[in-house]
C-alpha cells in the first residue's frame, strides 16, 4: 500500500482510473503485448427503425431502476464501518476494476487514511442512459451519465449483470473537465447499438501497450492510436519521471456506436490482476474513419 499511495502522490495532477477479469472472456496480455486499438460531441444522430419483431432483454426503464436499486443498496451497505471485512458484499456490489477499487480503498484504510473511506453515491441532475437493444451472450450491461452531490464532473458508469444475478457497478470515471460524452447512434425506440466488443479488447491493448515502458515505443504500430491530446499521452510524461505505471490486464469494455459513425468504450487497465494496487478506467471515443482514440473520461486509481 506504500507503493499506492507514492504513485498517488506522483500523479496528483493526472485523472485516472481501474479494473478486474472480463464477463466477455477478454485475453490477459503481457507486458509484452502489442496489438491494435479505435472525440468528442458529434452530431445529433437521425433514430433507424428497430426490427420490431426483436425481444429486447434490457429495457431503459429496467436500467433505470437497476441503477436506483444499486445505489440505494451501496448506500446501505457502506453505512457499516467494518463492511470491508465481508468480502460477499464486495461481490454483491461490485464487478471488474470497481472491485479491485475497492481493495485499494480498503488497505489505504487501514493504514490510516480517513479519506479513503467510502462515501454515498448521490445522484443529481438530469441522467442519461445508454442501453443497448441487442446484449452479449451471458448476462446484460448499460451505460449511466449522471452527477453526484459534491462532485464538479459528470461521471459516467457502466453497470453490468451476469446470467441470474443483480445488476453490479463495473467501471466509473468522471469525465475530463470540458469534455463531453458522444451522441450515441439510437434506434427508433432510444436502444443504443453495441460497439463491437473486438475494437473495445484493440483499443484496450493500445492503452497497456501505451502505459508499459517496455513496450511504449511500439504504440499506435497496430492500427489503434491515442490522439495527439490525448490526456494520457500527457500525463505519461509526469508519471514515467518517478513512478512506474505499468498494466498487466484489462476488463471488459462496454461500448456503443456514435451518431457519427464512430464507437465510444468505457474499460479499466490493471497493474496485476492479482496484487492490485493500481487501476486505470479509460473512456475513450474514436470518430468513424480515423483510429486515433479521444480520451474524454479517465480515473486513476492508486
Not at 479513503?116 to 442512459?129: C, F, M, S, V, W
Request: hydrophobic content about 35%; charged content about 25%; glycine content about 10%.
Amino acid at each position: 500500500m506504500r507503493k499506492a499511495s507514492l504513485i498517488a502522490v506522483l500523479v496528483g495532477s493526472l485523472t485516472g482510473c481501474g479494473l478486474v477479469s472480463s464477463p466477455f472472456a477478454q485475453p490477459t496480455a503481457s507486458p509484452g503485448t502489442i496489438s491494435p486499438s479505435p472525440s468528442t460531441a458529434a452530431p445529433v444522430p437521425t433514430p433507424s427503425p428497430s426490427p420490431t419483431s426483436e425481444s429486447i432483454r434490457l429495457t431503459i426503464p429496467d436500467a433505470k431502476k437497476a441503477a436506483a436499486s444499486w445505489v440505494a443498496e451501496h448506500n446501505r451497505t457502506i453505512k457499516d464501518r467494518d463492511w470491508w471485512d465481508d468480502s460477499s458484499k464486495r461481490d454483491e456490489l461490485f464487478w471488474d476494476g470497481t472491485r479491485h477499487e475497492v481493495v485499494i480503498d480498503q488497505g489505504h484504510v487501514e493504514d490510516g487514511d480517513k479519506s479513503k473511506i467510502r462515501k454515498p453515491i448521490r445522484l443529481t441532475g438530469r441522467q442519461t442512459y445508454y442501453v443497448p437493444r441487442r446484449q452479449p451472450p451471458g448476462g446484460e450491461w448499460f451505460i449511466l451519465q449522471a452527477t453526484y452531490r459534491g462532485q464538479d464532473r459528470p461521471h459516467v458508469l457502466a453497470f453490468w449483470r451476469p446470467e441470474g444475478e443483480s445488476f453490479k457497478l463495473a467501471a466509473k470515471t468522471p469525465l475530463h473537465y470540458g469534455r463531453r460524452m458522444p451522441r450515441p447512434r439510437l434506434d427508433a425506440e432510444g436502444y443504443v447499438t453495441a460497439a463491437s466488443r473486438v475494437d473495445g479488447t484493440a483499443i484496450a491493448l493500445e492503452y497497456m501497450t501505451f502505459w508499459n515502458y517496455s513496450t511504449n515505443k511500439g504504440a499506435g504500430k497496430n492500427g489503434y492510436r491515442l490522439a495527439r491530446d490525448n490526456y494520457s499521452r500527457r500525463a505519461y510524461a509526469k508519471v514515467s519521471k518517478g513512478a512506474y505505471a505499468g498494466f498487466r490486464s484489462f476488463t471488459a469494455s462496454y461500448g456503443f456506436r456514435t451518431g457519427d459513425g464512430g464507437s465510444f468504450y468505457l474499460f479499466s487497465l490493471l497493474n496485476h490482476p492479482r496484487s492490485i494496487w493500481q487501476v486505470l478506467t479509460i473512456g475513450g471515443f474514436v470518430p468513424r474513419g480515423d483510429k486515433a482514440i479521444q480520451e474524454i473520461a479517465g480515473d486513476w486509481y492508486a
